[in-house]
């Protein structure tokens, strides 16, 4: 079925997920809303407007998400896990998942946006008991502040009463790879790398229908 464009606000969207979901809703022919705190640096194209804002800013974000139709959130952490992990975040908080998006929720209902499309990570919540042992491990040992704020988020998403759908990829790749991803609601993966480009064709896809409303979506290549 033919959907009308929307206008999407993508918040989060400079890092590599974010800017592949933006290309992706732009070809579907959305009018798109890129948020975060470097939108600047975007290039300039039709379609495409631009607005610098932190994210656990509820003032920033307000306006954002008035006049939207959907908001897609692909907030995280893009520096070195190793460094997060021995020193702590330079730039970014801790908890810049959950609490920027429940500032996106509450913003939400203010403005009666209904839905709502998040990023999470494979292996948070049901999909955890299905990660391989050396995934298990990197989780623990590496990446555990980032997996309790994405579980945080993923509780922020649930309770929201929006029309929501989580995403959880497997490992984030850059290749070129435009072949539809295999998608999971039942927390099953078929390879344990997905690229980018399939997460965001994805994600823009879920800003409209009805398929995964209410569930978390297991994406693999």
Same mark, same amino acid.
């Given at each position: 079925?033919?959907?009308? =464009?929307?206008?999407?606000?993508?918040?989060?969207?400079?890092?590599?997920?974010?800017?592949?979901?933006?290309?992706?809703?732009?070809?579907?022919?959305?009018?798109?809303?890129?948020?975060?705190?470097?939108?600047?640096?975007?290039?300039?194209?039709?379609?495409?407007?631009?607005?610098?804002?932190?994210?656990?800013?509820?003032?920033?974000?307000?306006?954002?998400?008035?006049?939207?139709?959907?908001?897609?959130?692909?907030?995280?952490?893009?520096?070195?896990?190793?460094?997060?992990?021995?020193?702590?975040?330079?730039?970014?908080?801790?908890?810049?998942?959950?609490?920027?998006?429940?500032?996106?929720?509450?913003?939400?209902?203010?403005?009666?946006?209904?839905?709502?499309?998040?990023?999470?990570?494979?292996?948070?919540? %049901?999909?955890?008991?299905?990660?391989?042992?050396?995934?298990?491990?990197?989780?623990?040992?590496?990446?555990?502040?980032?997996?309790?704020?994405? %579980?945080?988020? @993923?509780? %922020?998403?649930?309770?929201?009463?929006?029309?929501?759908?989580?995403?959880? =990829?497997?490992?984030?790749?850059?290749? @070129?790879?435009?072949?539809? =991803?295999?998608?999971?609601?039942?927390?099953?993966?078929?390879?344990?790398?997905?690229?980018?480009?399939?997460?965001?064709?994805?994600?823009?896809?879920?800003?409209?229908?009805?398929?995964?409303?209410?569930?978390?979506?297991?994406?693999?290549?």
């Amino acid at each position: 079925m033919q959907h009308a =464009p929307l206008r999407v606000l993508v918040v989060g969207a400079t890092g590599g997920t974010g800017r592949a979901a933006l290309d992706a809703l732009l070809r579907a022919g959305h009018e798109v809303t890129a948020f975060s705190r470097h939108a600047d640096r975007l290039p300039a194209q039709p379609r495409l407007r631009r607005v610098s804002g932190d994210a656990t800013n509820p003032a920033d974000v307000e306006s954002a998400v008035q006049g939207q139709d959907a908001v897609l959130v692909t907030l995280g952490i893009s520096e070195s896990p190793l460094r997060v992990r021995l020193l702590g975040s330079r730039r970014t908080p801790l908890s810049v998942r959950s609490t920027g998006t429940r500032t996106v929720i509450e913003a939400m209902r203010r403005h009666g946006v209904d839905r709502l499309v998040v990023l999470s990570s494979y292996g948070v919540g %049901e999909t955890r008991r299905k990660l391989r042992l050396v995934d298990r491990l990197v989780f623990q040992l590496l990446l555990k502040p980032q997996i309790r704020d994405t %579980e945080r988020q @993923e509780a %922020e998403v649930r309770r929201s009463g929006l029309e929501w759908v989580i995403a959880q =990829p497997v490992h984030l790749t850059d290749d @070129e790879d435009a072949a539809p =991803p295999f998608l999971s609601s039942d927390g099953v993966a078929r390879r344990f790398k997905v690229a980018r480009r399939q997460v965001a064709d994805a994600l823009a896809g879920w800003i409209q229908g009805s398929e995964f409303v209410g569930r978390s979506v297991a994406v693999s290549g």
